[in-house]
């Protein structure tokens, strides 16, 4: 019987010891569990500090906007852009005006040059030596062989005529 006794007292002591640590388990866990919801909490504060702030400052920037109702009608808006742009053509279309005077007087300075240039080019004839028998004295010399300088020498006439009369016949 002291056999039973001193198995049922471990018993005891064994469910006793289990009892404390499954208390102490419990207590553990209560607590962290209060520190996680404390902090849930504290962040849930924060976040509705935060949305109250934003609800104030959405307010004030509502009543900012209907304070600043004065604003400008379709009408007056299209006035302005007209008077705008108005305002940035005018001098780009003066510009314009004294670019075309000063195309017209240059186009007038160029005509003006032309024509006498053209009553100048009709008053220049052909060097009189060059005739239909020069030409033909040139192309049956050059045909013989003979050189440019030679002809021109020979007939009295510059390289220059000499050259133009055979560029004139295809010749050379």
């Known amino acids: 019987m002291n056999l039973e006794v001193i198995n049922v007292e471990y018993l005891v002591v064994a469910m006793a010891a ?18 996680n919801i404390r902090s849930v909490a504290t962040v849930a504060e924060e976040l509705n500090r935060e949305i109250f702030y934003l609800k104030k400052q959405l307010g ?3 009543a900012g906007i209907k304070k ?13 852009v007209e008077r705008t742009v108005y305002d940035m053509v005018k001098p780009i279309s003066l510009s314009l005006k004294r670019l075309e005077e000063s195309v017209l007087m240059i186009d007038e300075h160029v005509n ?8 100048g080019v009709k008053q ?31 007939l009295h006439i510059s390289k220059a005529e000499v ?3 055979l560029k004139i016949n295809k010749i050379k």
């Open 124 to 154: 220049i004839s052909i060097p009189a030596s060059i005739h239909g028998n020069d030409d033909e004295k040139i192309i049956s010399l050059y045909k013989q062989g003979v050189s440019l300088e030679t002809i021109s020498k020979e």
């Open 18 to 35: 289990m009892i404390l640590y499954l208390i102490y388990y419990v207590f553990t866990k209560d607590s962290e569990y209060n520190k």
């Open 163 to 165: 050259e133009f009369v």
């Open 112 to 119: 003006s040059r032309i024509s006498s240039l053209e009553s």
């Open 68 to 80: 600043n109702t004065n604003r400008m009608s379709d009408d007056e808006i299209y006035q302005e």
């Open 60 to 62: 004030d920037t509502q």
